[in-house]
C-alpha cells in the first residue's frame, strides 16, 4: 500500500468525524431543554387530613318511635303480606312456620304457647323478660339474621325504615288492645343521653379503669 491510500483512508474518517459532530451540534441545538429550578413536583397534601384507610365511625341506628305517630297502618297491612306465609295475624293466633303474631307489640320474647323457638332465640329473651317493644321490633325486622344471630327466621328483612314504621303501626292494631305509642321526644332524649356530653366527658371515661364487660345475651330466635 501507498502513503496515497492511507491518505484517503484517513480523509474519509476525519469526513465522517466531522459530519457526526456537527450533526450533535445542530441537534442540541435543537432539542435542548433547559434544567428546572426545583427539582421534582411539589405534592400538596390539605391539612388536617385523616388516614384515608381508617374506617368510617358506624352510623347508629335510626330510631322507630319518631315515626310511628305518622305511620299508616293501611299501607303496614300491605307490607305484612311478606310475613302472611309464616305468620297468623288473627285473634286465634295460630302457629304456622312462625308464631302466631296477635297481641306480639309488649309480648315478652319467646314465649308464645305451642312455638319451639330456637335456642339463639330463648337465649335472647333472657328467660321471658325481654318484651318486642317497638325498638327490639323495628331492629329484627329490619335484618333478622343479624340482630339476633342464629334464629331460626329466614325473612330477609324489610330495609326501608318508613315501611317498618308502617308495619309496626299495623302489628300494634293486631291484639286485643293497641299498645300505648312511644313518646318520641323522650325515646331521642334518650338515645341522645348515651353519648358523652362532650370531648372532655369521653377522655375523662377513657382515663378510668375499664370495667369488666358484662354478659350479653346471644342474639337468636
Not at 1 to 12: D, E, K, L, R, V
Not at 98 to 113: C, Q, Y
Not at 148 to 169: P, Q, Y
Not at 202 to 211: G, N, S, V
Request: aromatic share 8%; hydrophobic share 45%.
Amino acid at each position: 500500500m501507498n502513503s496515497s491510500y492511507f491518505n484517503s483512508a484517513a480523509g474519509a474518517f476525519l469526513g465522517v468525524l466531522f459530519v457526526l459532530m456537527t450533526l450533535s451540534i445542530v441537534s442540541e441545538g435543537i432539542y435542548h431543554a433547559a434544567e428546572p429550578e426545583t427539582e421534582g413536583f411539589l405534592i400538596e397534601v390539605a391539612e388536617g387530613g385523616g388516614d384515608a384507610s381508617a374506617p368510617a365511625e358506624a352510623a347508629e341506628p335510626e330510631l322507630i318511635a319518631p315515626l310511628l305517630a305518622s305511620a299508616d297502618p293501611a299501607k303496614g297491612e300491605s307490607v305484612f303480606k311478606k310475613c302472611a306465609a309464616c305468620h297468623s295475624n288473627d285473634a286465634a293466633s295460630a302457629n304456622k312456620v312462625g308464631p302466631g303474631l296477635w297481641n306480639i307489640v309488649n309480648r315478652p320474647v319467646a314465649t308464645h304457647e305451642g312455638f319451639k323457638y330456637s335456642s339463639a332465640m330463648t337465649e335472647f329473651s333472657e328467660d321471658g323478660t325481654v318484651v318486642w317493644d317497638y325498638e327490639h321490633l323495628s331492629e329484627f325486622l329490619a335484618a333478622p339474621k343479624k340482630y339476633i344471630k342464629g334464629t331460626a327466621m329466614g325473612f330477609a328483612g324489610v330495609k326501608k325504615i318508613d315501611e317498618r314504621a308502617d308495619l309496626i303501626a299495623y302489628l300494634r292494631t293486631v291484639g286485643d288492645t293497641p299498645a300505648p305509642l312511644p313518646d318520641a321526644t323522650e325515646a331521642a332524649t334518650d338515645a341522645s343521653a348515651e353519648a358523652p356530653a362532650d370531648a372532655g366527658a369521653e377522655a375523662e371515661a377513657a382515663a378510668e379503669p375499664a370495667a369488666e364487660p358484662a354478659a350479653t345475651p346471644a342474639p337468636s330466635e
